[in-house]
Every structure is written in structure tokens, then in C-alpha cells.
Nanobody
Framework: QAQLVESGGGLVQAGASLRLSCVVS????????MGWFRQAPGKEREFVGG?????YYPDSVKGRFTISRDNANNTVYLQMNSLKPEDTAVYYC????????????????WGQGTQVTVSS
């Protein structure tokens, strides 16, 4: 049974940085595309980036967010810089079998989410 556990969320001021971590167990990390989604209150879940042999970011976070992975330690990271109030959301770690499928929301495994709140 795969398990994805996020951590690192919190309350920060606009312009600050946060790094989220996702510790993965029960699957071989290097065999999956990994990524992050977020969901703000009253809004649909939004893809914010993914990594396999390459990385992909939507325009909303490009240049501010960076995804990395440590296969040896089964951990995926989301470095978030220059945070804005509109980045406030619950952030979810996700795994899929390819980056295109991940981007389309075809997720095989989800984490439980971690709250990020950015104050103005």
C-alpha cells in the first residue's frame, strides 16, 4: 500500500519561502512521475508542477516554484519562493505513471495534504 505524507506547510507573509516535503513509502519512487496539486477554498484542485525525467510548471507558478526528488530517500520536495496570498491552499503530493497523465489529473496516489497560508 503506497503512502504519501506531506509536511512543511504553515503560515507565512507574502514574499516568503516555504519548502514542502513528501515522504513516499510502498512504491518505487523513480518509477513514478511525482507532482504537487493545490486546492483553495471554493476552487478546483490545480496542478502546480511535476517531475519525471523532466519538470513541468504552469504559468501561475513558473519561476517561483521548483520541484525536486531524492529517490534514495523516497522524498519529493516543492520549493516555493516569492509566495503570494493567492498561493494559499492545501497542497497535495501526487504520484502517477507519467508526467502527462499527472498533469491531466490522472493520479494513482494522493497524500493527505498540508495547509499553506500566505498573509498579505
Amino acid at each position: 500500500q503506497a503512502q504519501l505524507v506531506e509536511s512543511g506547510g504553515g503560515l507565512v507573509q507574502a514574499g516568503a519561502s516555504l519548502r514542502l516535503s513528501c515522504v513516499v513509502s510502498g512504491l518505487t519512487l523513480r518509477s513514478y512521475a511525482m507532482g504537487w496539486f493545490r486546492q483553495a477554498p471554493g476552487k478546483e484542485r490545480e496542478f502546480v508542477g511535476g517531475i519525471s525525467s523532466s519538470t513541468y510548471y504552469p504559468d501561475s507558478v513558473k519561476g517561483r516554484f521548483t520541484i525536486s526528488r531524492d529517490n534514495a530517500n523516497n522524498t519529493v520536495y516543492l520549493q516555493m519562493n516569492s509566495l503570494k496570498p493567492e498561493d494559499t491552499a492545501v497542497y497535495y503530493c501526487a504520484a502517477s505513471i507519467g508526467l502527462l497523465r499527472l498533469r491531466s489529473g490522472e493520479v494513482y496516489y494522493w497524500g493527505q495534504g498540508t495547509q499553506v497560508t500566505v498573509s498579505s
